[in-house]
């Protein structure tokens, strides 16, 4: 892959983390609940991490990244989206947060599993792992406040 296809692709990734730290810290400023603002404020800060690591990623031109990822359980997947509102109660607010990060980790895998250049799927397939890392922690946060009961 050339270094022009490789910067298009890290672009896309970086705005796809500032979409995401602009969405968080828009519902942080508007939230009504003190939990609800902090746990959005503390989301856009990492997604505002996650773009300066794919900042520096794409100017050293490192095409051979590793992110660690995690175990999928699948939490998100069986929750429904909830209505976005500024006076969401905190559970509410990180289902809405595990929803979009479950997008963000479909839209990579999709993009992966339709190219068929190695080095191109493999980028996408590390992309996706970065975000399968911030959809566990937030679905082990889900489970924690959604299933309190078991602790």
């Excluded at 990734?13 to 500032?18: C, L, N, R």
């Excluded at 990822?69 to 809405?96: F, Q, R």
């Excluded at 250049?117 to 489970?143: C, F, G, S, V, W």
């Amino acid at each position: 892959m050339d270094k022009r296809e490789f910067d298009t692709i890290m672009e896309q990734a970086i705005e796809a983390e500032v979409e995401s730290y602009e969405f968080y810290r828009d519902v942080a400023n508007k939230a009504t609940n003190p939990a609800v603002k902090q746990l959005f404020t503390e989301f856009a800060r990492e997604e505002h991490g996650h773009k300066e690591q794919l900042e520096e990623i794409k100017a050293k031109g490192i095409q051979d990244f590793d992110f660690e990822g995690a175990t999928d359980y699948k939490v998100s997947e069986k929750v429904d989206l909830p209505l976005l509102s500024a006076d969401m109660k905190p559970v509410d607010a990180i289902a809405l947060a595990m929803k979009k990060e479950e997008a963000a980790v479909k839209a990579y895998s999709h993009l992966a599993s339709s190219v068929n250049n190695p080095a191109l799927q493999r980028i996408y397939t590390e992309l996706a792992q970065m975000e399968k890392e911030h959809k566990a922690r937030m679905e082990d946060l889900y489970t924690n406040m959604a299933f309190g009961e078991v602790w």
